[in-house]
């Protein structure tokens, strides 16, 4: 069993940035940031594997940036030039042995944190 504990999250303007952390409890293969905004699905943003190979959603390609710290169990977000778009419920996920999902969808991931709201006003 893996426990993640998630930290930031909050409002911003647009134009802004925030940084979101993650924290496990104990090292896992890969780790993902999710989000879902109010009725839709939860869409995979990004994702990293053992800390070196990293995944992007398109639309968040170049503002945003997964990185992890396996000293530290911790996996952060990056997110820049934030736009209204991008609000939504932020989650952390984790897993060890689903190497046949993608590594941004959600169905390849066993564990998963609390969620935290990111909001982004114009």
């Not at 426990?3 to 802004?16: D, R, T, W």
């Not at 989000?35 to 869409?43: I, L, S, W």
């Not at 995979?44 to 000293?71: C, E, L, M, P």
């Amino acid at each position: 069993q893996v426990q993640l504990v998630e930290f930031g999250g909050g409002s911003v303007q647009a134009g802004g940035s925030l940084r979101l952390s993650c924290e496990a409890s104990r090292y896992v293969n890969y780790m993902g940031w999710f989000r879902q905004a109010p009725g839709k699905e939860r869409e995979g943003v990004a994702g990293v594997i053992s800390g070196a190979r990293t995944y992007y959603t398109d639309s968040v390609k170049g503002r945003f940036t997964i990185s992890r710290d396996r000293a530290k169990n911790t996996v952060y977000l990056q997110m820049n030039s934030l736009k209204v778009e991008d609000t939504a419920i932020y989650y952390c996920a984790a897993g060890d042995d689903n190497w046949r999902s993608p590594i941004l969808s959600p169905q390849r991931y066993s564990y998963w944190g609390q969620g935290t709201q990111v909001t982004v006003s114009s």
